[in-house]
């Protein structure tokens, strides 16, 4: 019976145990009945947004602040963080949030939400953050890029896309001495620039990977565990889009151009 009564409110009690998860739980009652890509202002821990898609912000808020996806520690109160796909801002509050004095660089390839997100930052008085409207990449340059209106552009798939600017990763990575935290969601690109940020990794304490396979195109987990392997970290797996059934389901029923969807969390001793 104890453990029937733990199965049936195991979410429930997660989902009421913390201030973050409490106001997650307020924020999916005053929007999300929402329609999809319909801007709205936010008001939540003492912050104030303009969110363009309230549906991928409950969801954003979720895995950011409820859960604390992105929560580390510092032996600085003034870490270094590199947020590559920054969209609109909601990791970036929750790092200044976690750590006032953070130095962050945020990189948004969608000049839309590139908006919200210096909105957002302004309106918020937050200090010592650099906007790059330019996607990252493995070099210099100009790519196609398929915007969504909310937090699944990209650099892989898309009906409609626009030339957007790129800049290389690397380059800005060999510029430091050390970097606290390097956040990626990058929607596909993440392959080509782990590959090329291979020797440049080891002047990073911690670092996400939101990990994408695209059905027709060979599957790089294998490289890029590799990859940190070999520059010093240990990692831990988590699955951002489970199947049932996998030997039959073999595609994400959410986004069914891709057959695997990772939550890569490396750091070093």
Not at 86 to 96: C, E, Q, S, V
Not at 97 to 107: E, S
Not at 186 to 191: K, L, N
Not at 250 to 259: S, W
């Amino acid at each position: 019976m104890i453990l029937f009564f733990k199965i049936l409110f195991k979410d429930i009690y997660h989902l009421w145990r913390t201030r973050y998860s409490r106001t997650f739980l307020r924020l999916a009652f005053q929007y999300g009945d929402v329609g999809r890509y319909k801007a709205r202002e936010v008001n939540f821990l003492n912050f104030e947004i303009v969110v363009p898609d309230c549906q991928s912000f409950l969801w954003q808020f979720k895995e950011i602040f409820a859960d604390e996806n992105y929560r580390f520690l510092s032996n600085t109160s003034s870490p270094l963080i590199y947020n590559c796909g920054a969209n609109i801002g909601i990791d970036t509050l929750y790092f200044k949030h976690l750590y006032p004095d953070a130095h962050i660089k945020a990189f948004e390839a969608d000049p839309t939400i590139a908006g919200y997100l210096s909105r957002n930052i302004q309106k918020n008085n937050l200090q010592n953050i650099e906007i790059i409207n330019q996607a990252v990449w493995n070099e210099n340059t100009t790519i196609s890029f398929s915007a969504e209106g909310a937090d699944g552009g990209s650099v892989i798939v898309g009906a409609k896309t626009t030339q957007v600017p790129a800049t290389r990763l690397k380059d800005w990575l060999e510029k430091e001495t050390m970097i606290d935290l390097l956040k990626m969601d990058i929607e596909g690109a993440e392959v080509a620039v782990i590959r090329d940020c291979k020797n440049s990794l080891g002047r990073i304490r911690h670092l996400f990977i939101e990990y994408h396979a695209y059905l027709g195109e060979p599957q790089a987990l294998g490289e890029i565990l590799q990859i940190l392997t070999d520059s010093g970290f240990r990692y831990f797996i988590r699955s951002e889009a489970d199947r049932k059934q996998p030997f039959v389901n073999r595609t994400n029923h959410k986004t069914p151009v891709m057959d695997l969807q990772l939550n890569i969390f490396a750091y070093k001793d």
